[in-house]
Nanobody, 113 residues
Framework: QVQFVESGGGLVQPGGSLTLSCEAS????????LNWYRQAPGKEREWVAQ????????YYADSVRGRFTISRDNIKNTVSLQMSSLKPEDTAVYYC??????WGQGTQVTVSS
């Protein structure tokens, strides 16, 4: 059974930092690229970042490039998202996912003073 369990969300002030983690299981983790997505209240889910299967290539949405860093550990089957210089518009539920596989429950990030 494919499973993604996101964690690390919380309340942070503007300009602050937060690191999200995602533990994956039930599939050949090291063969898949991995993505982070987010969904803000009243908005559609949007793609945030991607790392390739080897962890050597990363891609980012324009809105987060330079502030967020995606990485993965193919031994521990985890993917992380380091977020810095956070803005109120980064407030959303964040999800990790491999292409075509099931969604997890997500983790809430709230950026507010």
């Amino acid at each position: 059974q494919v499973q993604f369990v996101e964690s690390g969300g919380g309340l942070v002030q503007p300009g602050g930092s937060l690191t999200l983690s995602c533990e994956a299981s039930g599939f050949a983790f090291s063969r898949y690229s991995l993505n982070w997505y987010r969904q803000a209240p009243g908005k559609e889910r949007e793609w945030v970042a991607q790392v390739n299967s080897a962890g050597t290539l990363t891609y980012y949405a324009d809105s987060v490039r330079g502030r967020f860093t995606i990485s993965r550990d193919n031994i521990k089957n985890t993917v992380s998202l380091q977020m810095s210089s956070l803005k109120p518009e980064d407030t959303a539920v964040y999800y990790c996912r491999a292409p075509g596989l099931a969604w997890g429950q997500g983790t809430q990030v709230t950026v507010s003073s």
